[in-house]
């Protein structure tokens, strides 16, 4: 089983700053098969980024994905304040069996 | 879209079945996996069923007691969890796998482009 670590646990920014969150893998992830969603209380979670660095349909361009292998990133360029949330990095490779990390709290500073 | 039902309060080792209806898509065309929440915790995937039901996938914590279904004809996912235990306690979302398809193929990818709202299930006496 892969599992996926991310890094920070929280994260405290302001409105219109840059948020980089990190997910790694504890071994490498076949064909870059890294999603990322956004999860608020009492909400569905929303996919972002799906094979490291594609973004799902309808979502900002100020999220973008980046990595491979076992180190994957996600960036926020500007903060907006619809954007603090839980962030969760999940792969998808080589089975249904699939993984999350254990997720990213981005609050307001 | 998705939406779950069948969540409430139950009793230690007793059962209880979720269900989760799709529409705005062909539902027997997608794979379906089933995640959940604890309180205070970050996502944990549970089952996965295959777009026609025939391949089935369990977390290790849940294989023996909960079985994951579904119905095509009605549109509709399943799971049975049974022997519940105080540990089950979470908000349990369906959520729909994703098909690439290019000019020759399509493939079945599990990331998650569809998500409900989840139930909650609590496990206690």
């Known amino acids: 089983e892969i599992v996926l670590t991310q890094s920070p646990g929280t994260l405290s920014l302001s409105p219109g700053e840059r948020a980089t969150l990190s997910c790694w893998a504890s071994?490498?992830?076949?064909?870059?098969?890294l999603a990322w969603y956004q999860h608020k209380p009492g909400q569905a979670p929303r996919l972002l980024i799906y094979?490291?660095?594609s973004r799902a349909t309808g979502i900002p361009d100020r999220f973008s994905g980046s990595g491979s292998g076992t180190d994957f990133t996600l960036t926020i360029s500007r903060l907006e304040p619809e954007d603090f949330a839980v962030y969760y990095c999940?792969?998808?490779?080589?089975?249904?069996?699939?993984?999350f990390g254990q997720g990213t709290r981005l609050d307001i500073k | 879209q998705v939406v779950e039902s069948g969540g409430g309060v139950v009793q230690p080792g007793r059962s209880l079945r979720l269900s989760c209806g799709g529409s705005?898509?062909?539902?027997?065309?997608?794979?379906m996996h089933w995640v959940r929440q604890a309180p205070g915790k970050g996502l944990e995937w549970v089952a996965f069923?295959?777009?026609?039901?025939?391949?089935?996938y369990y977390a290790d914590s849940v294989n023996g007691r909960f079985t994951i279904t579904r119905d095509n004809s009605l549109n509709t996912l399943f799971l049975h969890m049974s022997s519940l235990r105080a540990e089950d306690t979470a908000v349990y979302f369906c959520?729909?796998?994703?098909?690439?398809?290019?000019?020759?193929?399509?493939?079945?990818?599990?990331?998650?482009?569809?998500w409900g709202q989840g139930t909650l299930v609590t496990v206690s006496s």
């Open positions: 959520a729909k796998a994703v098909r690439e398809c290019t000019k020759t193929d399509c493939y079945a990818r599990n990331y998650l482009d569809s």
């Open positions: 705005g898509f062909t539902f027997s065309f997608y794979g």
């Open positions: 069923v295959s777009y026609d039901g025939s391949s089935k």
């Open positions: 071994q490498s992830v076949s064909s870059n098969f």
């Open positions: 094979g490291a660095s």
């Open positions: 999940q792969q998808y490779g080589g089975s249904p069996r699939i993984t």
